[in-house]
């Protein structure tokens, strides 16, 4: 943080008779539910990809080591890109940013649509990753300005359009573009358009509003941590993300292949277990924000992890019953952990939220996209039911949690 930033913050958060002539920031519901579609509509397109990778597969004959390299190619721009954009666009805001990236995305849909050749395709990934990599960083700026001081609320709020977006793509894609063909990819270019149109209302909304709330919510504002102290708090956040995306990785992609090759279910079976699986995470996602916001960020990351080990080391020994109970609570009580990760990191560091928000989605589809490749590989070398017992461990890195600073504490002195 530079010398200049940190005094400008201590101005904004001093005590004393300036404090009082800052307004008090609103809760603005609908910017947020806004937001939150948005988030819906762009994680929908994104999740398109991947689901269909097998038309793509027997349409333009790839092998797999090709479908990975569009899937890396996604994922590199994806992750890497985020947090730099959101570091420029601390320094340097870029209004329409937004409406901007998602241009980019529908592009990036056109060319899916049309592409004859592999070459083409990687091109069309990296377009969608571009898209995705301007949206996150941004939208989650926004989200935090409508959000009145409750970080946490709105934080979690947004997560959940994402997550609803991620479950309906791969439906959509299922009903649309299987059964059409290659060309029907061009039917998302709607969802373009209309997250472009919801994109500009944003814009406008942070003109309009954006000064009045952000001298609002200088009264909820930290004086953040040291730089020692937000070193140690971005490797201990690096670690729990590790823990939880490693973990979810494992459930959103290989779940159906566990429930089938140890208890014998069909595919369509086995869909409704991991169903319930994701109904559950976009529960627990919502539920992780408002509690943080009431108890603190650093009691609803302990509960989170240290609360779902018990069940994650049972799973890989119960029978289906159990392991349908334990999947739901496992979804619903590891997943309120992000919302809570973010907003304690946009505390650490207060006037990076650009910045920070890039780096915790960024790692998010990184570490993800790196997990599902790498228990893919134990999967193949040493059987699905092995890795399910080895990563049964995972939450027990939450333990690193008690190396993080208090700073909801810091705030409530305050």
């Known amino acids: 943080m530079t010398t200049q930033t940190a005094a400008s913050e201590k101005t904004l958060i001093s005590p004393g008779p300036s404090a009082l002539e800052h307004p008090k920031a609103t809760f603005f519901a609908g910017i947020v539910g806004t937001a939150a579609f948005a988030h819906l509509l762009n994680d929908l397109i994104q999740a398109t990809l991947p689901a269909i990778f097998p038309l793509l597969k027997t349409q333009f004959s ?42 980019v995305t529908l592009l990036g849909i056109m060319l899916l649509a049309t592409a004859g050749s592999f070459p083409m395709l990687l091109v069309a990934a990296a377009m969608l990753g571009i898209g995705s990599a301007t949206f996150h960083p941004e939208a989650s700026r926004v989200t935090r300005m409508a959000s009145g001081g409750r970080f946490g609320t709105a934080q979690s709020t947004f997560q959940v359009g994402g997550n609803a977006g991620t479950a309906i793509g791969p439906l959509l894609a299922a009903a649309i573009v299987i059964p059409n063909g290659q060309s029907a990819v061009a039917w998302f270019m709607v969802a373009a358009l209309l997250a472009i149109a919801v994109l500009f209302y944003l814009t406008r909304w942070a003109f309009t509003h954006g000064h009045a709330q952000l001298k609002g919510l200088a009264r909820h504002q930290m004086e953040g941590l040291s730089r020692a102290g937000v070193i140690q708090a971005v490797a201990v956040i ?34 409704i277990f991991l169903f319930v699986f994701l109904a559950s995470v976009a529960i627990g996602t919502f539920s992780g924000g408002p509690l943080g916001d009431r108890i603190g960020r650093k009691a609803v990351i302990w509960i989170s992890f240290l609360g779902v080990a018990p069940f994650a080391l049972a799973l890989p020994y119960v029978n289906l019953f159990w392991t349908a109970v334990l999947a739901s609570i496992i979804g619903l009580v590891m997943s309120s952990a992000f919302s809570a990760l973010v907003v304690y990191a946009q505390e650490a560091v207060p006037g990076r939220v ?51 600073p208090n700073t909801h504490k810091q705030m409530r002195q305050r």
């Not at 989605?361 to 040493?382: K, T, V, W």
Request: aromatic share 18%; with cysteine; proline share 4%.
């Open 354 to 404: 650009g910045l920070v928000s890039g780096l915790m989605f960024g790692l998010m589809f990184g570490i993800s996209g790196i997990g599902a490749a790498g228990l893919g590989q134990l999967a193949d070398a040493y059987g699905i039911v092995w890795v399910y017992g080895v990563i049964s461990f995972l939450p027990l890195l939450g333990l690193a949690t008690a190396f993080l």
């Open 238 to 271: 690096c670690i729990l993300i590790f823990a939880k995306f490693i973990y979810i990785a494992s459930i959103a992609n290989y779940f159906t292949f566990y429930l089938i090759e140890r208890f014998g279910l069909g595919v369509q079976e086995s869909q």
């Open 62 to 103: 790839l092998s797999f080591s090709e479908i990975g390299l569009i899937a890396l190619t996604y994922q590199v721009t994806a992750s890497l890109l985020q947090p730099w954009i959101g570091f420029y666009t601390d320094k340097h805001p870029q209004p329409y940013l937004l409406p901007s990236g998602m241009f």
